[in-house]
C-alpha cells in the first residue's frame, strides 16, 4: 500500500512569511504526528493529531500549529516564519493505539531566507 | 521519561555483525524500547520493539537483559545499505505520549567495503 507522502518536498520562503505543509497518512492510519530536525536540534515533536483532534503537543511556540481533516489528512502551518524555522519537516502515520509503530514520510525540506 | 545514551559512531566492515547498545537506567515499567534508523534526507523507519528479553525480526534482533536498563540492537552481517543513523527510543507511547517519539542523538553507522 501507498505510504506516507508529504507536499510539497522543497520549499523555499522569506522572514515573516506563512508557509503550509502537508502530509497524507497511510491509508487506514487515524494519528498523525509531526517532527522538525534540524542539525543542531535532532529530532523534535511538534504535535499529534488523531481523529481531527490534537491529543500531544512538543515544546513550540503558538506560531507552529495544525490541523486534521476528516479523511485523516494533516496539514502543519507555521506562521511569521523566522530563519531558525528552516528544517526538515517530518510527519509520521500510525493506527494510532499505544506502541503502535509510526511510518515516516520523505519529508519537506522548508529554508527561510 | 527514560533519557537514552548510545554512542555517537561506529564503524564496521561489509558482513560483519553490528551491536549498537543503548543505556536507558531510568527505564519506566510501562515503557518500550524501540529502534528507527534514518538515511540522509528521508524519514527514520521502524526497526524493531520490544518489551523485555529477546526480539527477532527479518532485519535485526533486539536484546533486553532482566533488569531492562540497556538494550542492544544487533545487525547481522552489514552492508554498505546499512551506513544510516540509528536511534534508541524509549517511551510507553501512550497515555501523555500519544503519538510523540522522543529521538536522542543516535548513533552514526557506517559500514565499510
Known amino acids: 500500500k501507498a505510504g506516507v507522502t508529504q507536499t510539497p518536498r522543497y520549499l523555499i520562503k522569506t522572514r515573516g512569511q506563512q508557509v503550509t505543509l502537508s502530509c497524507s497518512p497511510i491509508?487506514?492510519?487515524?494519528?498523525v504526528s509531526w517532527y522538525q530536525q534540524t542539525p543542531g536540534q535532532g529530532l523534535q515533536f511538534l504535535f499529534e493529531?488523531?481523529?481531527?483532534?490534537?491529543?500531544n503537543k512538543g515544546n513550540f511556540p503558538g506560531r507552529f500549529s495544525g490541523r486534521q481533516f476528516s479523511n485523516s489528512r494533516s496539514e502543519m502551518n507555521v506562521s511569521t516564519l523566522e530563519l531558525g524555522d528552516s528544517a526538515l519537516y517530518l510527519c509520521?502515520?500510525?493506527?494510532?493505539?499505544?506502541?503502535?509503530?509510526?511510518?515516516f514520510g520523505p519529508g519537506t525540506r522548508l529554508t527561510v531566507l | 521519561l527514560a533519557k537514552t545514551t548510545q554512542p555517537i559512531s561506529m564503524d564496521s566492515y561489509e558482513g560483519q555483525e553490528v551491536n549498537i547498545t543503548c543505556s536507558h537506567n531510568?527505564?519506566?515499567?510501562?515503557?518500550?524500547i524501540t529502534w528507527y534508523q534514518q538515511f540522509p534526507s528521508q524519514g527514520p523507519r521502524f526497526i524493531i520493539q520490544?518489551?523485555?528479553t529477546k526480539v527477532t525480526n527479518e532485519v535485526a534482533s533486539l536484546f533486553i537483559p532482566a533488569d531492562r536498563k540497556s538494550s542492544t540492537l544487533s545487525l547481522p552481517r552489514v552492508s554498505l545499505s546499512d551506513t544510516a543513523v540509528y536511534y534508541c527510543?524509549?517511551?510507553?507511547?501512550?497515555?501523555?505520549?500519544?503519538?510523540?517519539?522522543?529521538f536522542g542523538q543516535g548513533t552514526i553507522l557506517t559500514v565499510h567495503p
Open positions: 509520521a502515520s500510525s493506527l494510532g493505539d499505544p506502541t503502535n509503530e509510526q511510518f
Open positions: 491509508s487506514g492510519h487515524r494519528s
Open positions: 493529531y488523531f481523529s481531527e483532534t490534537q491529543r
Open positions: 520490544g518489551y523485555k
Open positions: 527510543l524509549v517511551g510507553d507511547m501512550g497515555g501523555t505520549s500519544y503519538g510523540k517519539l522522543t
Open positions: 531510568n527505564i519506566a515499567t510501562n515503557d518500550y
